[in-house]
């Protein structure tokens, strides 16, 4: 079975930056659609970004020009940088995956989750 673990979480002032990495294992990483969430307290888990087994990446609109995600299938890797952070960020942040093509930006499309990664945003 998949398994994913983040790092790099931690507290960051805003306008600075971060960057989380998420490694899988247990199962063929290149054919999966992967994707970061997040969750604050009392909202629902939310889209953060993706990027496709081919390489194409999207991303929820409040984060587009300062967010980058990356993946590495040679290391079963998928990277986050965050730019000029927003106290609005400050969230777990999970990776998440699901075999196949296509985009990953629905929570119940999501078939394997990482523990997630807290990350704090200071005014």
């Known amino acids: 079975q998949v398994q994913l673990v983040e790092s790099g979480g931690g507290l960051v002032q805003a306008g600075g930056s971060l960057r989380l990495s998420c490694e899988g294992s247990?199962?063929?990483?290149?054919?999966?659609?992967m994707g970061w969430f997040r969750q604050a307290p009392g909202k629902e888990r939310e889209f953060v970004a993706g990027?496709?087994?081919?390489?194409?990446?999207y991303y929820q609109n409040s984060v587009k020009g300062r967010f980058t995600i990356s993946r590495d299938n040679a290391k079963n890797t998928v990277d986050l940088q965050m730019n000029n952070e927003k106290t609005e960020a400050t969230a777990v942040y999970h990776c998440a995956a699901s075999p196949g093509p296509g985009q990953l930006m629905d929570v119940r499309l999501v078939r394997y989750w990482g523990q997630g990664t807290q990350v704090s945003v200071s005014s």
């Open positions: 247990g199962r063929i990483f290149s054919g999966y659609a």
């Open positions: 990027i496709s087994n081919g390489g194409s990446t």
